[in-house]
């Protein structure tokens, strides 16, 4: 399979995919990273170069906010990152778009392989 089609599909659905992990509970980066890795090995592996500034883009975006707290490993401090309301309100609208998206593209799938088999 040509993988940039795999590349370009997963792009599209990651921003969403970020904010449901935000929404669960607050958190932080490489958190995130940690639980895409460890529960959705469709997606490939996530890196830091790809995730944050998906981050930076729903920040500027209102979508989601932080805090600053202290790390306990270095002395620095860490982002932890929540929804927003209007995070919250688009991530709603995503899922009903979601879906509806979702059982179009089966629509097309299931008539794709019934002329499949009749063929």
């Not at 929804?83 to 991530?91: D, F, S, V, Y």
Request: a negative charge; aromatic letters at 12%.
């Amino acid at each position: 399979m040509d993988n940039r089609y795999v590349q370009q599909f997963k792009k599209g659905s990651l921003e969403m995919i970020l904010l449901c992990l935000i929404g669960r509970k607050e958190t932080y980066g490489y958190e995130i990273i940690t639980e895409l890795n460890n529960s959705a090995s469709v997606l490939g592996y996530a890196k830091e170069g790809t995730i944050y500034p998906i981050l930076y883009r729903l920040q500027e975006a209102e979508l989601i906010q932080y805090r600053l707290a202290p790390a306990a490993a270095n002395g620095g401090s860490k982002k932890y990152y929540s929804l927003t309301h209007k995070g919250r309100e688009i991530l709603d609208e995503l899922i009903l778009f979601w879906a509806s998206y979702e059982s179009c593209v089966n629509g097309f799938i299931a008539t794709y392989q019934t002329a499949e088999v009749s063929e």
